[in-house]
């Protein structure tokens, strides 16, 4: 059975840092496509990181810079660093399985976790 199990998410002041983990379970890590995603309230899911075999392939526009995602193949997790948060950060985060693409569209996952929120005040 496929798990995805992030956690991680906080309410943090602009500026701030946090690191989200994803566990995953059910499938070897080493060899799958990954990526992150994050849903504001009443905004579609939006990619953010996409990352394949510990190198991140792309990063969304908004976080290039701030945001470092990584992987523990022998850990089977996946991480999400975020620095230098911003108010338009706040959402829930969410890391998926995905075909091998390269791109950040939510429409090539094939298994996504439960979510984490991230709460970025001003």
């Known amino acids: 059975q496929v798990r995805l199990v992030e956690s991680g998410g906080d309410s943090v002041q602009a500026g701030g840092s946090l690191r989200l983990s994803c566990a995953v379970s059910?499938?070897?890590?080493?060899?799958?496509?990954m990526g992150w995603f994050r849903q504001a309230p009443g905004k579609e899911r939006e990619g953010v990181a996409d990352?394949?075999?510990?190198?991140?392939?792309a990063y969304a526009n908004s976080v290039k810079g701030r945001f470092t995602a990584s992987r523990d193949n022998a850990k089977n997790t996946l991480y999400l660093q975020m620095n230098s948060l911003k108010p338009e950060d706040t959402g829930t985060y969410y890391c998926?399985?995905?075909?091998?693409?390269?791109?950040?569209?939510?429409?090539?996952?094939?298994?996504w976790g439960q979510g984490t929120q991230v709460t970025v005040s001003s």
């Open positions: 998926a399985r995905k075909r091998c693409t390269g791109k950040l569209n939510p429409a090539d996952v094939t298994d």
């Open positions: 059910g499938f070897t890590l080493t060899f799958a496509c």
């Open positions: 990352i394949v075999s510990g190198t991140p392939q």
